[in-house]
C-alpha cells in the first residue's frame, strides 16, 4: 500500500486512563499508526498521550497516523462534518490521516448512541451509505481527512460503492476482523482484485485466549518466537494482509511480541496449520443490528 504504516495500535476497549499511558509507550517503542474511533468513548486520552510527545520532540504530526471512524447515528451526510469535527477536537488534531465509515449501517441519529427499539434492536436512520460516501469525500476535499475508507463491508456491499457512477474519491481500505480463526480469505481477495488495501481487525483473536493457545500448541518453541501472538501478526502479514491492529494492555508485553514479527518466516506447514484453524468464527457480530437492512454479515463474505 505504502500509504499506510502496517503495523498499528488498536484503542478499543482501551480505558480513558490506561490509554494515555499506553499512547506513550507505543511511541516510545515506534509505533505510529493509532486506530481509533468515536464510539470507543477513549479519543480524548489517545489524543492527550499524542499531544505529550510531539510536546516531547519524540514525535512529529507528519511522522504519524491517526485513523478515526464515523458512528453509525451520523450517516446522515449533513452529520458527518459534525461527527469528524468531534474526533478531530478530542484528539486535538488539525486533520485525520484516515476516516473510516465505521459500519455500512445508519441508525436514527440523536442523543444514543444505539438507538433502540421496543424488541432491543437498533432503530435503523433511512440514510444510504451511498449518500455517506459523498459527505465523507466532502472532507477530504475540504482538508479534514487525508484519506476515506470502510469498515465491516461485506464485498458486495463494497462492490456498490466502488461501481458508484459519481464516485470521486475511492476507498483506500476495508477494515475487517479478521484472525486465524476467521481468516476471511474470500472478501480479502475480492478486496486486493479492486485495488483496495484491507486493514485486520483483532488480528490476534481478541479476547479469545482459546485461540492464542492452541496457536501457543501447536506452533510452540518454532522458528524461535514462543509468543503466539508474533506467529499470528506475521501469518496476516506475510500471506494475506497489508495492515493490522493489534492491541495490548500489558505494555512490556505489547513492545516485545507485536514489532518484532518481520525479521523471520513461517514455513510452509506452519501457514497450513494455522489456516486450518479457520471455524468462521466471528467476534464482532453486532447482533442487535442484525434487523438492518444493511447488516454485512448475512451474505458469505
Same mark, same amino acid.
Given at each position: ?32 499508526? /493509532?486506530? $481509533? ?27 504519524? /497516523?491517526?485513523? @478515526?471512524?464515523?458512528? $453509525? ?10 461527527? $469528524? ?39 435503523? @436512520? ?96 518454532? @522458528?524461535?518466537?514462543?509468543?503466539? $501472538? ?72
Amino acid at each position: 500500500v505504502g500509504k499506510i504504516p502496517i503495523l498499528g495500535l488498536g484503542t478499543w476497549k482501551a480505558a480513558p486512563g490506561e490509554v494515555t499511558e499506553a499512547v506513550k509507550v507505543a511511541i516510545d517503542a515506534g509505533y505510529r499508526h /493509532f486506530d $481509533c474511533a468515536y464510539l470507543y468513548n477513549n479519543e480524548n486520552d489517545v489524543g492527550t498521550g499524542i499531544q505529550q510527545k510531539i510536546k516531547e520532540g519524540v514525535v512529529r504530526r507528519e511522522d504519524l /497516523f491517526i485513523v @478515526s471512524k464515523l458512528w $453509525c447515528t451520523y450517516h446522515k451526510k449533513a452529520l458527518v462534518k459534525t461527527a $469528524c469535527y468531534k474526533s478531530l477536537k478530542a484528539l486535538k488534531l488539525d486533520y485525520l490521516d484516515l476516516y473510516l465509515i465505521h459500519w455500512p449501517m445508519g441508525f436514527k441519529p440523536g442523543e444514543k448512541d444505539l438507538p433502540l427499539d421496543r424488541n432491543g434492536m437498533v432503530i435503523p @436512520s433511512e440514510t444510504d451509505y451511498l449518500e455517506t460516501w459523498e459527505a465523507m469525500e466532502d472532507l477530504v476535499i475540504a482538508g479534514l481527512v487525508k484519506y476515506i475508507g470502510v469498515s465491516n463491508f461485506n464485498h458486495e456491499q463494497l462492490e456498490r460503492l466502488l461501481d458508484k457512477p459519481d464516485l470521486r474519491i475511492k476507498p483506500i481500505t476495508n477494515q475487517i476482523e479478521c484472525h486465524p480463526y476467521l481468516t476471511q480469505r474470500n472478501l480479502i481477495r475480492f478486496c486486493q482484485s479492486r485495488d483496495v488495501s484491507v486493514t485486520a481487525y483483532r488480528p490476534l483473536g481478541g479476547s479469545c485466549n482459546t485461540l492464542r493457545l492452541i496457536v501457543d500448541i501447536r506452533l510452540a518453541e518454532k @522458528s524461535g518466537k514462543t509468543a503466539p $501472538c508474533q506467529r499470528m501478526v506475521t501469518l496476516l502479514w506475510d500471506r494475506v494482509l497489508y495492515t493490522m491492529f493489534p492491541k495490548f494492555h500489558n505494555l512490556s508485553l505489547g513492545q516485545a511480541n507485536t514489532l518484532q514479527v518481520f525479521d523471520f518466516e513461517l514455513a510452509e506447514q506452519e501457514v497450513d496449520e494455522l489456516l486450518c484453524l479457520d471455524r468462521d468464527f466471528r467476534m464482532a457480530r453486532f447482533p442487535i443490528a442484525e434487523n438492518h437492512k444493511d447488516y454485512p454479515f448475512n451474505i458469505e463474505y
